[in-house]
């Protein structure tokens, strides 16, 4: 069920009503039953992979709890046998869900690098990939490792599973917490005129993203980035610029109105994107760039892989064979090195995500080994790092950095992003940018035109953020007229300009594909 689905917005409009309007006690087992009838359009049979998911992950929590409460007051020994005993049971958790998004994801992958005759007697995996797979895999097994390190269980199984399957991040997140997500979705809730109004806002911003820009981007995109493509490296660079705008409006329009959705019931999602646009680094842009994704990656792999025995002795051995900065950082800098190659190869089973991967902590390393010689050479120029111009400079650069990296997560292949790059540099053909070509690539004059002021709305709203401005309480002390306007004339937009428009054909989320 897409979002931008008819279907979709029936089923909001139906549980926020019956939200509101039903005992409270009931409203959670609400939002299970939307939830469930939200996953089973997708796909019945997959229903089975999230409930495994849940009820694996519900069994590890319970049993960490009963182990977590036998420590307390017991002697030493005995609390190492229990330590001992719920790392047993965490690994089994986190083998058993990490085990099938493995076979679901990148099994086949597995079987092409291998050696032909060694494939040809394995079996291929052809099941139909569960909906949201890699969010709700991340969200439960994150969800072992709180209780293995001391908070609380839920006892419900039914309560549990609405942690794991609440409809609006199924498709592409933000992933939760259970101590932040889970109290909100199990407390009664009065209905407030507020969190109707910001819900509204927010998803109708996300829909202008998603149904105005992306959409209206992707046509272009579609035709230029591809194999064998005839054009020019000019009009290459166009696609990816195209490329970059389409995926941010995507992904982060689908998780405002995720987030949106929510907070017409009363809950407030994770963050999950923090002006990306605007990052002078590309560690920064991450930090910016799907928030719940990197904070899942730093709380349950970066700390507990740098704080590791194994990577505690490779430290010191660097700090005595290495010596200076990099012996200091030699083990950190390899565990950030295997966080970003793990996201990328969280994006997909290919060679190009694996790449894209090495492409990111290649720079990220890289920048922390180098930090004060580049700090040295700032100095020696008497550049400012504070001042507007410099802040200019380093948004730009990242801006490169970032655009560079686009060719390897559009292009379809490894190879196809190889010459796509080397095109791009090499074999511009400035002249298609004038004679024509671009208005042949699917867009009119007009859809060029619309693309450029929603995007200048966009940049406008982004950078009124980034100053500390906050869009929707500046709007609530506004006069009521002013208030519905900001609904109504967005919702006119998206519809005259989006699902309305000549041709229009809605596409999936980029992001409900990992």
């Known amino acids: 069920m897409a979002f931008t689905s008819l279907t979709f917005v029936l089923l909001v409009l139906a549980t926020v009503t019956l939200y509101y309007l039903l005992p409270r006690r009931f409203q959670w087992l609400l939002l299970l039953a939307a939830s469930m009838v939200f996953y089973l359009s997708g796909g019945g049979r997959t229903v089975i992979w999230l409930l495994?998911?849940?009820?694996?992950?519900?069994?590890?929590?319970?049993?960490?709890?009963?182990?977590?409460?036998?420590?307390?007051?017991?002697?030493?020994?005995?609390?190492?046998?229990?330590?001992?005993?719920?790392?047993?049971?965490?690994?089994?958790?986190?083998?058993?869900?990490?085990?099938?998004?493995?076979?679901?994801?990148?099994?086949?992958?597995?079987?092409?690098?291998?050696?032909?005759?060694?494939?040809?007697?394995?079996?291929?995996?052809?099941?139909?990939?569960?909906?949201?797979?890699?969010?709700?895999?991340?969200?439960?097994?994150?969800?072992?490792?709180?209780v293995y390190r001391g908070k609380a269980a839920q006892n419900n199984p039914v309560k549990y599973l609405l942690f794991v399957s609440f409809f609006?991040?199924?498709?592409?997140?933000?992933?939760?917490?259970?101590?932040?997500?889970?109290?909100?979705?199990?407390?009664?809730?009065?209905?407030?005129?507020?969190?109707?109004?910001?819900?509204?806002?927010?998803?109708?911003?996300?829909?202008?993203?998603?149904?105005?820009?992306?959409?209206?981007?992707?046509?272009?995109?579609?035709?230029?980035?591809?194999?064998?493509?005839?054009?020019?490296?000019?009009?290459?660079?166009?696609?990816?610029?195209?490329?970059?705008?389409?995926?941010?409006?995507?992904?982060?329009?689908?998780?405002?109105?995720?987030?949106?959705?929510?907070?017409?019931?009363?809950?407030?999602?994770a963050e999950n994107f923090r002006r990306p646009l605007f990052a002078t680094s590309l560690a920064d842009y991450w930090r910016r760039w799907h928030i719940s994704l990197g904070q899942w990656m730093r709380d349950y792999l970066f700390y507990p892989l740098s704080l590791s025995k194994p990577f505690g002795r490779l430290g010191k051995w660097a700090r005595r064979h290495i010596g200076g900065l990099g012996g200091k950082i030699?083990?950190?800098?390899?565990?950030?090195?295997?966080?970003?190659?793990?996201?990328?190869?969280?994006?997909?089973?290919?060679?190009?995500?694996?790449?894209?991967?090495?492409?990111?902590?290649?720079?990220?390393?890289?920048?922390?080994?180098?930090?004060?010689?580049?700090?040295?050479?700032?100095?020696?120029l008497h550049i400012d790092g504070g001042s507007l111009g410099w802040r200019i400079v380093m948004t730009v650069r990242t801006c490169f950095l970032v655009f560079l990296g686009r060719y390897l997560t559009r292009a379809p292949r490894l190879l196809t992003a190889g010459s796509l790059l080397v095109a791009t540099f090499t074999r511009p053909v400035f002249s298609q940018l004038t004679d024509g070509t671009l208005l042949s690539l699917g867009l009119t004059g007009g859809d060029f035109l619309l693309l450029g002021l929603a995007a200048a709305v966009l940049v406008t709203v982004e950078f009124y953020q980034e100053r500390g401005g906050h869009v929707r309480e500046t709007l609530a002390r506004q006069r009521p007229l002013v208030q519905w306007l900001a609904i109504v004339v967005p919702l006119l937009v998206i519809v005259a300009f989006g699902v309305f428009r000549t041709g229009y054909i809605s596409s999936a989320f980029i992001y409900g594909q990992f």
């Open 330 to 380: 030699f083990a950190t800098s390899l565990a950030t090195f295997i966080i970003y190659l793990v996201i990328g190869v969280w994006h997909g089973s290919s060679l190009k995500y694996i790449v894209y991967g090495l492409w990111n902590g290649t720079i990220i390393t890289s920048s922390l080994l180098l930090e004060r010689r580049f700090q040295s050479w700032k100095d020696a």
């Open 52 to 146: 495994a998911v849940a009820a694996v992950t519900w069994g590890c929590g319970l049993a960490l709890q009963r182990l977590n409460d036998q420590r307390k007051g017991a002697d030493k020994a005995r609390q190492n046998q229990l330590k001992a005993a719920k790392k047993r049971v965490a690994a089994l958790g986190a083998v058993l869900c990490f085990g099938l998004l493995y076979a679901m994801k990148y099994w086949n992958f597995t079987l092409e690098l291998l050696p032909t005759p060694v494939a040809a007697r394995l079996p291929r995996w052809d099941f139909l990939m569960p909906l949201g797979l890699s969010f709700f895999t991340f969200q439960a097994v994150g969800y072992v490792v709180d």
């Open 168 to 269: 609006p991040q199924m498709i592409q997140g933000p992933i939760g917490r259970y101590d932040a997500l889970a109290p909100q979705l199990l407390a009664p809730k009065e209905l407030s005129w507020q969190n109707l109004q910001y819900g509204i806002q927010l998803a109708m911003w996300g829909y202008f993203k998603k149904l105005v820009i992306a959409d209206r981007a992707a046509v272009l995109v579609d035709t230029v980035i591809r194999d064998n493509c005839p054009y020019g490296g000019a009009v290459i660079a166009v696609g990816i610029f195209f490329y970059c705008v389409q995926l941010y409006c995507d992904f982060s329009g689908g998780i405002d109105i995720a987030r949106g959705v929510a907070q017409m019931l009363g809950i407030t999602m």
